[in-house]
């Protein structure tokens, strides 16, 4: 399962027919396989990356440190649920460090994010501090390239 796993991980609109001799498997099992993972909440979803910019859609994404009280017998998971239950929010991590909890917010505009970030959760009660990092231009997300136009680097050698 691991391997099937991790092949899915990679390139999850690999077909099963590609993916049955490289794990040794029939169709039909490998099928089998990923109905039982996505069933038991193995596999959660799959997603589809998106350079929004190349079709003019422009989004702000800022990264969102927070700092929290621990709520009595849950700690910070009723916290953190009230979070991701956000529209705008992508992702949140609970972190070890100088911060409780990473989110990832998504938005139109700084200003959306800015008043995000001041009216609906800086006003959720055990939250105590944010930091807001804007994120400029992306590199490389969820281990794909973005842009990438695989350019010669080597050195022109001459005689």
Do not use: C
């Not at 038991?40 to 969102?64: C, F, H, P, Q, R």
């Not at 649920?81 to 929010?89: G, L, P, T």
């Not at 609906?120 to 939250?127: A, C, P, W, Y």
Request: hydrophobic share 40%; proline share 3%; glycine share 4%.
């Amino acid at each position: 399962m691991r391997e099937l796993l991790e092949l899915l991980e990679h390139d999850a609109r690999r077909p099963v027919s590609e993916l049955a001799p490289i794990l040794g498997k029939s169709e039909y099992e490998v099928e089998q396989d990923i109905q039982k993972l996505e069933k038991d909440k193995v596999i959660l979803s799959y997603n589809t990356l998106i350079d929004w910019e190349k079709l003019g859609d422009e989004k702000v994404t800022a990264m969102i440190e927070i700092n929290l009280t621990p709520q009595r017998e849950v700690g910070f998971d009723a916290i953190a649920e009230r979070i991701y239950r956000f529209d705008e929010v992508r992702t949140v991590y609970l972190m070890s460090g100088s911060f409780d909890l990473m989110a990832i917010i998504e938005g139109k505009s700084l200003k959306d994010i800015a008043n995000f970030v001041a009216t609906r959760l800086s006003t959720i009660e055990g939250v105590t501090a944010t930091r807001s990092h804007f994120m400029l231009k992306p590199y490389k997300k969820d281990g794909t390239i973005i842009n990438d136009e695989e350019k010669d680097r080597r050195l022109v050698v001459s005689p």
